[in-house]
């Protein structure tokens, strides 16, 4: 069964520590595509809650000393019940607090993945790639080694998003083309596809690597059949059509939408 399937089936309850741009539109995306969403990021109630959930998702986007704190404590104890964790380390190399929380959180805690925009990703592998607040900027740099290295410095699996998506553990890189250029003037739309992450995730097992490059996949066919719907109307309708089509989507038709690819491996051989 595919993973979208086993996520309609189970609903499973995605503990989210996000940020006060995305929240409402994350829960809703999370409902859309048939998990719980369940933002909660009381330092007294953040272990108890991670505990609890199929998966929990740490999104750095407004970030400050408590909020960094309570992503700390329940990555912890996802980490003390076997529940996966998922980081969006949201302005990761705009400034030095994010760029170094990012660091710490991935060296603390034991992830299942990270999703991050180029420029986030690039920088937890201790590459400079700009980046405008939130965004990713342009670079020479090529993201596929990046994301590698990300993968191997941290254990888990990583996904850089942008025109390709890329999907890789480290050693298997899967790219990912699918979704739409309006994607990127809606907000939240990373960290929403972080939170799916989470609940593909969630009914993963150790298959992490396929899940996340099939909710990629997923969320760009979802997004192209939006931005059809929505052809001459634009980012606000386009916004409403995306959260419809994440619902009505069937596993069976992302295929069609949606390339995924193995990278290349160049083997040389050492004269
Ligand atoms: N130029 C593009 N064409 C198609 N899809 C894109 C493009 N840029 C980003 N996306 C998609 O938009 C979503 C958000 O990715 P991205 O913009 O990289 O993250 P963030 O919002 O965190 O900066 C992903 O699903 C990604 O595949
Ligand atoms: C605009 C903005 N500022 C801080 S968080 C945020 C939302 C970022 O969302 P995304 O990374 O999905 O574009
Ligand atoms: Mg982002």
Redesign the pocket.
């Known amino acids: 069964m595919s993973y979208l399937d086993q996520v309609r089936q189970v609903n499973p309850l995605v503990h989210n520590i996000t940020?006060i741009?995305?929240a409402n539109f994350s829960a809703n995306g999370l409902l859309a595509i048939g998990a719980s969403p369940f933002m909660a990021a009381g330092l007294p109630e953040v272990e108890e809650a991670a505990a609890m959930a199929g998966a929990v998702v740490l999104n750095m986007?407004?970030l400050d000393e408590l909020s960094l704190e309570a992503m700390l404590r329940a990555g912890q104890s996802a980490n003390r019940s076997g529940v996966p964790v998922v980081l969006d380390p949201?302005g990761a190399g705009a400034t030095a607090y994010r760029t170094e929380s990012a660091s710490l959180l991935a060296r603390s805690l034991k992830l299942a993945a990270i999703r991050g925009n180029a420029a986030e990703i690039a920088n937890l592998a201790g590459e400079a790639w700009a980046s405008k607040?939130?965004d990713a900027g342009e670079s020479a740099g090529d993201i596929v080694p990046a994301a590698e290295r990300a993968a191997r410095l941290y254990g888990c699996v990583v996904i850089a998003t942008g025109r390709e998506d890329v999907v890789t553990d480290g050693k298997r890189t899967l790219l990912v083309r699918s979704g739409h250029p309006l994607l990127t003037r809606v907000?939240?739309?990373?960290?929403l596809l972080s939170a799916v992450i989470g609940a593909f995730a969630a009914v993963a097992g150790g298959g992490v690597l396929e899940a996340a490059a099939e909710a990629a996949a997923f969320y760009g066919s979802a997004a192209s059949l939006a931005a059809e719907a929505a052809a001459d109307l634009g980012p606000g309708s386009f916004q409403i059509e995306f959260l419809n089509r994440l619902s009505t989507l069937q596993s069976g038709s992302i295929g069609e939408l949606a390339l995924i690819r193995e990278r290349e491996q160049v083997n040389r051989v050492t004269p």
């Open positions: 940020n741009v995305v986007g407004t949201v607040g939130v907000t939240g739309t990373g960290c």
